[in-house]
């Protein structure tokens, strides 16, 4: 599959109960290319946006956390303040 079936989001949460954050934390983890605490920047495919979806809703407590996800322009210019820094996105490999 080449990087151009990817699409670049934002997927962002916000859980009450620190055990299930640690464990959505760790599932993002594995998607991230750039981010912090509890935004991550993920490059996905249709399959993989579905598969993240599907997973966070069984993670996270329904009624009282929440996630969302953006879709992001990567064409667009970011603006970095504080100890921000750019994400590397010229070369990964997501296996």
């Known amino acids: 599959m080449n990087d ?4 670049l ?3 962002c949460y916000d859980v009450c109960d620190s055990a299930v954050r640690r464990r959505v934390q760790k599932y993002l983890t594995g998607f991230k290319v750039g981010g ?4 991550f920047e993920c490059w996905l495919t249709a399959a993989e ?3 993240v979806r ?8 329904l009624a009282e956390d929440r996630a969302h996800i953006f879709q992001l322009d990567p064409r667009m210019q970011r603006t970095l303040l504080g100890r921000a820094t750019e ?3 010229d070369v990964f490999l997501i296996v």
């Not at 151009?4 to 699409?7: I, L, P, S």
């Not at 912090?36 to 935004?39: D, G, I, P, T």
């Open 9 to 11: 989001y934002l997927v």
């Open 87 to 89: 994400a590397v996105t």
């Open 36 to 39: 912090q605490k509890s935004f």
């Open 49 to 51: 946006l579905r598969e």
């Open 4 to 7: 151009a079936a990817r699409t």
């Open 54 to 61: 599907a997973t966070l809703a069984d993670l996270i407590d």
